[in-house]
């Protein structure tokens, strides 16, 4: 999460996610660029904690693990965009992710967070 960027709105906040889809999610989801490989929550959840240990030890290294690791189509994304969101506000993602991503500092990671979409 970045807090403050010239011409972003008021409450805002800018987001890079890695997302970590399983086969138990019911619907499609068209900003995905693979189905993952995960079978269930369970392992979506193991994958992803995975991927947030390796940040927490080296956070210079997420743009090399959401093209590896990432389900999402932000992953293709070049270099610093690479798992790019952009400036979201209030009432523009599922409350879950919401709640964590306007409890973060500037730079920080959040823990596991669940949404309809698979586990970020």
């Given amino acids: 999460r970045q807090k403050?960027?010239?011409g972003a709105q008021v409450g805002s906040v800018f987001m890079r996610h890695v997302l970590i889809r399983h086969q138990q999610l019911r619907t499609a989801d068209p900003a995905a660029r693979r189905e993952g490989a995960a079978k269930t929550l369970g392992e979506?959840?193991?994958a992803a904690l995975?991927?947030?240990l390796?940040?927490?030890?080296s956070p210079s290294a997420f743009g090399k693990l959401c093209k590896e690791k990432s389900d999402c189509q932000t992953a293709d994304q070049p270099g610093n965009m690479t798992g790019h969101l952009g400036w979201l506000g209030r009432g523009e993602q599922e409350p879950s992710f919401e709640e964590a991503a306007f409890n973060?500092?500037?730079n920080e990671?959040?823990?596991l967070v669940t949404t309809s979409r698979g586990v970020h």
Wanted: net charge negative; proline share 0%.
């Fill in 50 to 52: 995975d991927v947030l």
């Fill in 54 to 57: 390796q940040l927490q030890a």
């Fill in 44 to 46: 979506a959840e193991a």
């Fill in 4 to 6: 403050v960027a010239v």
């Fill in 109 to 111: 990671f959040s823990d």
């Fill in 104 to 106: 973060l500092e500037a």
